[in-house]
T-cell receptor, first 114, second 111 residues
Framework: GAVVSQHPSWVICKSGTSVKIECRSLDFQATTMFWYRQFPKQSLMLMATSNEGSKATYEQGVEKDKFLINHASLTLSTLTVTSAHPEDSSFYIC??????????FGSGTRLTVV | QKEVEQNSGPLSVPEGAIASLNCTYSDRVSQSFFWYRQYSGKSPELIMSIYSNGDKEDGRFTAQLNKASQYVSLLIRDSQPSDSATYLCAVNKPGGFKTIFGAGTRLFVKA
């Protein structure tokens, strides 16, 4: 089946630095990638939708200048958390739609900002 | 009103019992419905998808959809301790791939 590879699986960074998270579709072309954030014991919250070759669409309340999304190719979408702060610590997950067959999720990235 | 609502639980059932998970959604024109399982610290994995009214069975899992009542459920027969996880109900927004997730129901299966 379709696989989305997400890296890194966990990262610890210092407050004020930037972190890049990558999601690659391994055996299919993902024209769209969704980025979610999940805080402990809470549900997935959609942050933004990235589309290959165009600007990402951000959900209300998500700072586009802080969470930079790039979808430069049909197999790679990246999320960069800029000037990270402790409140950005969360579980970040990407997913690619499979039509009416749901989503294929990446394995997630646990970000801890210290 | 949340777009997708689930009882957060926890729901606790003994091993071998039937676990029943429920979900309601607010957008009447929704077409696609999904159940995902998420283990702690892991990303969700798709268990079932259902698109038309009625029941859909896959192994120990049965999804039930009632569009008139805007209600989706997941039954897990012969529950196993390995079924202990959070179950997310998800509904596709009409006209695109955007999916709204419920907050999830935590299930504990006691050995």
């Amino acid at each position: 089946g379709a696989v989305v590879s997400q890296h890194p699986s966990w990262v610890i960074c210092k407050s004020g630095t930037s972190v890049k998270i990558e999601c690659r579709s391994l055996d299919f072309q993902a024209t769209t990638m969704f980025w979610y954030r999940q805080f402990p014991k809470q549900s997935l919250m959609l942050m933004a939708t990235s589309n290959e070759g165009s600007k990402a669409t951000y959900e209300q309340g998500v700072e586009k200048d802080k969470f930079l999304i790039n979808h430069a190719s049909l197999t790679l979408s990246t999320l960069t958390v800029t000037s990270a702060h402790p409140e950005d610590s969360s579980f970040y997950i990407c997913s690619a739609p499979q039509g009416n067959y749901g989503y294929t999720f990446g394995s997630g990235t646990r970000l801890t900002v210290v | 009103q949340k777009e997708v609502e689930q009882n957060s639980g926890p729901l606790s059932v003994p091993e071998g019992a039937i676990a029943s998970l429920n979900c309601t959604y607010s957008d009447r024109v929704s077409q696609s419905f999904f159940w995902y399982r998420q283990y702690s610290g892991k990303s969700p994995e798709l268990i079932m998808s259902i698109y038309s009214n009625g029941d859909k069975e896959d192994g120990r899992f049965t999804a039930q959809l009632n569009k008139a009542s805007q209600y989706v459920s997941l039954l897990i027969r012969d529950s196993q301790p390995s079924d202990s996880a959070t179950y997310l109900c998800a509904v596709n927004k009409p006209g695109g791939f955007k999916t709204i997730f419920g907050a999830g129901t935590r299930l504990f299966v006691k050995a």
